[in-house]
């Protein structure tokens, strides 16, 4: 850090100290008219720009606090002391902005966690959470995080998109919204595929905005992020170890104990463990219209991971037998994209014929994404058929 920088840090430090001490003596007063007071030799411009800098020293989180405070930021991205990056309407861009050396990137994260009970150290390095206002954090140490301590945030909206709203973007055509909305009244079960940021939960969240009024529904997620506008709704959320190793509540367990609440439907944020199994299972014996989402590029490859997680809980099921149960439960496929320029767009709608065979063959498409055209062709499956009637009803 050159000798400017350095002098400019310690005069906001400074003041920030200064500031938060005129506050407990009960002297409280705004961070520009402090400064105003304090550095008058100062430019203006050169007071407006340290005004900001004590603000956010003073909150703890320096430079992520514009970008915290930015509604079009997405996500936010921290690797070491190297600039910021940022996700705006899905493209990723390089900010300006930067810790000016570990220890404030440390703070920034101490105070980010402190909140909500968490911590991160050499002994943990890993940690994932919900901030108080819903986003969510990951962060990374070193030795695991190379190049200085690594953060990313993703943003909380207070208001998820609806399914009109998603139509009017862009994102679904109106076909492919009167197909699903058939599909959520019919009870059909209905799992939600894509890669990392292609939009997963804001499709699932919009699915879930289709249900009628006044179903039961439970969400279970590892970090909750899902706005339902829903009446009767109970959200429930995982819970990590504490630094002695225990108090864990999983997934999966969270699953079980959702079959005792009285569900209509079981939403599962993102099955990646062997609650896959017991959702499965929820899902075949009464409480059709479930939902959940998975990592996934297609159809068949979405199947066929949700096969492998539930080989993986280690029951000793035969893969003929899981294979045949993820068929019985699972009705229809939805497929979520990113395009290169950012844009997210719901592609492809697949059945899963419950007596079909294990091939992509399969899995047969009843809507897709042409060349931008909607092309919508009927079920073939009788219980995906008489379902999809009866939610034209």
């Known amino acids: 850090m050159d000798g400017a920088a350095n002098h400019d840090r310690l005069l906001a430090e400074t003041l920030r100290d200064r500031l938060i001490d005129e506050a407990f003596a009960g002297r409280a007063v705004a961070p520009d008219e402090f400064v105003e007071r304090e550095a008058w030799a100062l430019a203006p411009d050169e007071r407006r720009r340290l005004a900001g800098r004590v603000a956010a020293l003073a909150r703890g989180l320096g430079p992520l606090e514009p970008l915290m405070a930015d509604p079009q930021v997405d996500e936010i991205l921290v690797g070491g002391t190297k600039p910021i990056w940022v996700e705006r309407g899905g493209r990723l861009a390089e900010t300006a902005l930067r810790f000016a050396d570990e220890d404030e990137l440390r703070e920034a994260i101490d105070r980010l966690l402190r909140p909500v009970g968490r911590r991160v150290d050499e002994a943990q390095p890993l940690c994932d959470a919900r901030l108080p206002d819903g986003s969510r954090i990951n962060v990374v140490l070193p030795p695991l995080a190379i190049d200085g301590p690594a953060i990313a945030i993703r943003r909380f909206r207070q208001h998820g998109f609806s399914a009109a709203e998603l139509v009017s973007a ?26 990392t940021g292609s ?40 819970r990590p170890p504490n630094v002695e190793g225990r108090g864990e509540v999983t997934i999966r367990a969270l699953v079980r104990n959702a079959l005792r609440m009285r569900p209509d439907r079981i939403v599962v944020g993102e099955v990646r463990g062997a609650e896959a199994l017991d959702m499965l299972v929820a899902m075949a014996t009464g409480h059709e219209g479930s939902l959940g989402t998975i990592h996934a590029g297609s159809p068949a490859e979405a199947l066929h991971r949700l096969e492998t997680l539930v080989l993986m809980a280690g029951l000793g099921l035969p893969h003929t037998v899981v294979r045949a149960q993820v068929r ?18 719901l592609v492809a709608v697949a059945e899963v014929p419950s007596g079909a065979g294990s091939g992509a063959q399969s899995v047969r498409q009843v809507y897709e994404l042409r060349a931008g055209r909607p092309i919508l062709r009927p079920p073939l499956d009788a219980r995906v058929a008489a379902r999809l009637a009866q939610g034209s009803a």
């Not at 879930?208 to 009446?231: F, K, N, Q």
């Open 328 to 345: 019985a439960a699972i009705d229809l496929v939805v497929v979520v994209a990113r395009g290169p320029g950012g844009s997210r767009r």
């Open 170 to 195: 862009g994102s679904w055509t109106p076909v492919v919204h009167g197909l699903l909305r058939r599909a959520v009244l019919g009870r059909l079960n209905i799992l939600v595929c894509g890669s």
């Open 199 to 238: 939009g997963k939960t804001t499709t699932l969240a919009a699915l879930l905005g289709m249900l009628p009024a006044g179903e039961r529904v439970v969400t279970i997620e590892d970090t909750a992020e899902l706005l339902l506008d829903c009446s009767h709704v109970v959200r429930l959320e995982a």
